[in-house]
């Protein structure tokens, strides 16, 4: 089982500022990689897959790198309805499709 | 527009039965594999089943096999998931969820564009 590891835990930030979230696959993934984001009480939204490729009506300032085991999403000028819980989640070699633990985007 | 509408979750006891539906609409449902997963409470996501586009391949999470079985209905739009021997780490908000590419894409079926918005299994006291 591949086992994705995302840190920070939690990221406190200022609106208007900048955020970088990492995440870490325990074996390589290639560019199998999807994040999400999920707001208190909502359900989870495709954010990013193919590691880089933005979803439909996902705004530029959410863009995602990396291949192999390390993986990044940036979010440029953070705006209100940015704060929420961001996983990252494999899937290369499954099942099961893995997820990472999450990191928390507060606002600082 | 995708929508994914989950039913039948509810109070159980432990050991007991219950079974979830998921009704899809706004997409060629035949065309995608559909998935489920969970989050306990305050826990992050897990992912528990996954059914092809045809039903003829199913997977599941080591935590539920043998328990929990996956199925669909490409003539109601609909995938089910009944859930037996209900554990205590069972209770959770499950959620449908579809393949975020058609079976004859490349990308494969293991990253999901929608996500319902769950139903809550809930043991009781």
């Known amino acids: 089982e591949i086992v994705m590891t995302q840190s920070p835990a939690t990221l406190s930030v200022s609106p208007g500022e900048g955020a970088t979230l990492s995440c870490r696959a325990s074996?390589?993934?290639?560019?199998?990689l999807a994040w999400y984001q999920q707001k208190p009480g909502q359900a989870p939204r495709l954010l990013i897959s193919g590691a880089s490729t933005r979803a439909t009506g996902i705004p530029a300032r959410f863009s995602g790198s990396g291949s192999g085991t390390e993986f990044t999403l940036a979010i440029s000028s953070l705006q209100s309805e940015d704060f929420a819980v961001y996983y990252c989640q494999q899937y290369s070699n499954w099942p099961p499709l893995t997820f990472g633990g999450g990191t928390k985007v507060e606002i600082k | 527009q995708v929508q994914l509408v989950e039913s039948g979750g509810g109070v159980v006891q432990p050991g007991g039965s219950l079974r979830l539906s998921c009704a899809a609409s706004g997409f060629i449902f035949s065309n995608y594999g559909m998935h489920w997963a969970r989050q306990a409470p305050g826990k992050g996501l897990e992912w528990v089943a996954f059914?092809?586009?045809?039903?003829?391949?199913?997977y599941y999470a080591d935590s539920v096999k043998g328990r929990f079985t996956i199925s669909r209905d490409n003539s109601k739009n609909t995938v089910s998931l009944q859930m037996n021997s209900l554990r205590p780490e069972d209770m959770a908000v499950y959620y449908c969820?579809?393949?975020?590419?058609?079976?004859?894409?490349?990308?494969?079926?293991?990253?999901?564009?929608?996500w319902g918005r769950g139903t809550v299994v809930t043991a009781s006291s």
């Open positions: 074996q390589s993934v290639g560019s199998n």
């Open positions: 059914i092809r586009y045809d039903g003829n391949n199913k």
């Open positions: 969820t579809k393949s975020g590419a058609p079976y004859y894409d490349n990308s494969g079926s293991g990253w999901q564009d929608y």
